[in-house]
């Protein structure tokens, strides 16, 4: 997991080098299930197709 520096420093990447603005959101606690699963990479995986849909830009999160 990320600290929020790294989340910061992440927004701040997406913004500068594809023009992404990145809003803030409300957080929902997990249920029991969701908690037990990883469920990371299957996140984070959605999130950079729904980039790459609205920018065109390829990226890899883990990679910012």
Same mark, same amino acid.
């Given at each position: 997991?990320?600290?929020?520096?790294?989340?910061?420093?992440?927004?701040q990447k997406?913004?500068? =080098?594809?023009g992404l603005?990145?809003?803030? +959101?409300?957080?929902?606690? /997990?249920? %029991?299930?969701?908690?037990?699963?990883?469920?990371?990479?299957?996140?984070?995986t959605e999130? =950079?197709?729904?980039?790459?849909?609205?920018? +065109?830009?390829?990226?890899? /999160?883990? %990679?910012?």
């Amino acid at each position: 997991m990320y600290n929020i520096t790294d989340s910061i420093e992440a927004c701040q990447k997406l913004e500068r =080098e594809y023009g992404l603005g990145v809003q803030p +959101g409300r957080s929902v606690p /997990l249920n %029991d299930f969701a908690r037990n699963l990883d469920k990371t990479r299957f996140l984070n995986t959605e999130i =950079e197709k729904a980039i790459a849909r609205r920018s +065109g830009h390829k990226i890899r /999160l883990a %990679d910012l």
